[in-house]
C-alpha cells in the first residue's frame, strides 16, 4: 500500500463540514506517514523503529513517548506486543499501549492473552479499548444515576422490576460471515458492550470519579452475577425474507454452510446483591432486525393500589444511538373534560436541546481518554476475568454439538425469533403496559416555540 492510498483509506469516513474542518484535515494529513512491515520479522520491527526516531528527530521531540494501537487478529495480539516491547518501547517514557476487542474467546483463552500481554506492558500502560464505553449516553449513566438526587432512592429492587439493554442492527454478516462465525452475537457484542452498560448502571457509588475507584464497583457487580443458564437464554439465526434479503447461510464468506452460530441473543441476567436481588437484566442483540437501536429501557414496577385502573408503568429510557436521549414515561391526565388516565413523557432529545453541540466519535473520545492518562473508559483485566467467567459456561455449551442448544431462525427484518415476547415476559416485561399500540416515540422539544408559554 503506498502512502497515497494509506492516506485515503484513513480520511475517506472522516465527515466534513466546513471549509475549516478541510483545513485541519490538511493539517492533520501532513504529519501522517506509513510505514510497512511484517510481525514476525525482527528486521521489521527495527526498521519502524528506526522510521520512528528518524520522525522524532526531524520535530525535535524531546519527550519521546509513544501510544501503539492493537487492532488486529487475536492470533498476533501476543507477536505483535512482543515486537513493539522489544524493538519499538521508548525506554525512559512514556507508553501506551491499546488493544482492540475481542480479548479472546472465553475465560481460559482470555487469561492467556491477558497474562502474556500483563508479562510485557504494566496494567497501567494497558488500555482495553471497548467504543461502546466511549459513548455519549453510555458517559452520561453515572451522571444521571449520581448526580440526580431523585434516581437514589427508586434505583432499586423495591421500585425497578427489570432492565432491559437492546442492541439491534437492521442488516446482516454482509460479507463478514467468515469472520462472524468463529464468534457469534454474544462474543460480538453482548460479552464486552452490552455487558458494560450493564455495570454502569448496577454499580453502586463509587468514593470518588477517579478510574480505579469506577472500576472496582464495575467488578464488584460482575462478580455477584451467576454465570448464565442455559434456560435463562433464547438464540436465533436469520433467514431470508420474501424481499430477497439473504439467510445467514448464504452469506458467500461463510464457510461452514450448516453452522448454528447465533446472529440473535436474549440473555437474562441476574445480580445477586442486596439492590438487585431478583430483578432481570435482560440483554438483547441481534443482526438483520427490524430497526437500528440501541437503547436502555428500565421498567418500573406497577402503583400498590392502582387507584387508577389499567395505568402503564413508568418506564426511564436511554437511547445511546441513533438520536441520543434519555425520556421518562409517566402518566398523566387527559387535556380536556375528559379523567382518562393517558401515557406521556418527559423527554430530553440531544439533537433538539443541544442544537448548537457536537457529540464526538466514541473512539475519537476515547483516544483522548488515552493521551489524558484516564482509564476510566476502559476494561481493567480483572474486570475482564470477570465477565468472561459469567458466558463461558453458555458458550461452551452453544460450541457443543452434543449438547445441542437451540438455536430458532428469525425473519430477516423481525424483530427477532417468534419466541422472544414470551421470552420477555417470562422476565416479568410487561408489554401491555406499555402501550405499544398507542404510544409514539416522542417529538415534542422544549426548545420549540410553540412549547413555551
Not at 311 to 321: F, H, K
Request: aromatic share 12%.
Amino acid at each position: 500500500m503506498s502512502h497515497e492510498q494509506y492516506i485515503e483509506r484513513v480520511t475517506q469516513y472522516i465527515k466534513l463540514k466546513t471549509d475549516a474542518d478541510r483545513e485541519l484535515l490538511r493539517a492533520f494529513t501532513a504529519m501522517t506517514s506509513y510505514h510497512a512491515g511484517a510481525y514476525d520479522k525482527d528486521d521489521a520491527w527495527s526498521s519502524l523503529n528506526a522510521y520512528l526516531t528518524a520522525n522524532e528527530n526531524d520535530r525535535r521531540v524531546e519527550h519521546r513517548h509513544r501510544v501503539f494501537y492493537m487492532a488486529l487478529p487475536p492470533s498476533v495480539f501476543i507477536p505483535v506486543a512482543q515486537g513493539i516491547k522489544a524493538h519499538v518501547y521508548s525506554h525512559g517514557f512514556i507508553n501506551r499501549l491499546i488493544v482492540e476487542k475481542p480479548f479472546g474467546m472465553d475465560t481460559e483463552s482470555s487469561n492467556e492473552l491477558g497474562n502474556a500481554i500483563g508479562k510485557l506492558f504494566s496494567e497501567d500502560e494497558i488500555y482495553r479499548i471497548d467504543h461502546y464505553l466511549g459513548k455519549e449516553m453510555v458517559k452520561n449513566c453515572l451522571n444521571l444515576r449520581f448526580a440526580n438526587i431523585f434516581f437514589s432512592h427508586v434505583w432499586h429492587r423495591q421500585f425497578i422490576d427489570n432492565v432491559q439493554i437492546t442492541f439491534k442492527e437492521p442488516f446482516g454478516t454482509e460479507g463478514r460471515g467468515g469472520y462472524f462465525d468463529d464468534f457469534g452475537i454474544i462474543r460480538d457484542v453482548m460479552q464486552n458492550h452490552l455487558l458494560q452498560v450493564l455495570t454502569l448502571i448496577a454499580m453502586e457509588r463509587p468514593i470518588s470519579t477517579d478510574s480505579e475507584a469506577i472500576r472496582d464497583e464495575k467488578v464488584k457487580v460482575l462478580k455477584c452475577i451467576k454465570p448464565i443458564a442455559q434456560e435463562n437464554a433464547l438464540l436465533g439465526q436469520y433467514v431470508g425474507n420474501d424481499q430477497g434479503k439473504p439467510s445467514y447461510l448464504e452469506d458467500d464468506s461463510l464457510k461452514n454452510k450448516q453452522s448454528k452460530t447465533p446472529t440473535f441473543a436474549a440473555l437474562a441476567l441476574y445480580i445477586d446483591n442486596e439492590r438487585w436481588d431478583g430483578v432481570p437484566f435482560i440483554l438483547k442483540a441481534g443482526k438483520a432486525l427490524n430497526e437500528a437501536k440501541v437503547e436502555v429501557r428500565i421498567q418500573f414496577k406497577n402503583v400498590a393500589g392502582q387507584l387508577y385502573a389499567d395505568t402503564a408503568r413508568n418506564e426511564l429510557v436511554i437511547r445511546i444511538q441513533p438520536n441520543e436521549s434519555v425520556y421518562m414515561k409517566f402518566n398523566s391526565k387527559q387535556p380536556g373534560l375528559s379523567y382518562q388516565t393517558i401515557q406521556t413523557d418527559l423527554d430530553l432529545s440531544y439533537k433538539d436541546r443541544y442544537t448548537d453541540l457536537s457529540i464526538p466519535d466514541a473512539y475519537e473520545s476515547l483516544i483522548l481518554d488515552v493521551l489524558r492518562n484516564d482509564h476510566s473508559n476502559f476494561v481493567r483485566d480483572d474486570e475482564l476475568e470477570a465477565s468472561w467467567k459469567i458466558f463461558t459456561p453458555l458458550l461452551h455449551a452453544i460450541d457443543d454439538p452434543q449438547q445441542d442448544v437451540p438455536v430458532y431462525p428469525y425473519t430477516y427484518g423481525s424483530r427477532g425469533p417468534t419466541q422472544l415476547t414470551d421470552f420477555v415476559k417470562t422476565h416479568g416485561y410487561d408489554y401491555s403496559a406499555n402501550q405499544q399500540s398507542s404510544y409514539a416515540w416522542p417529538t415534542q422539544s422544549m426548545n420549540q416555540p410553540s412549547n413555551k408559554l
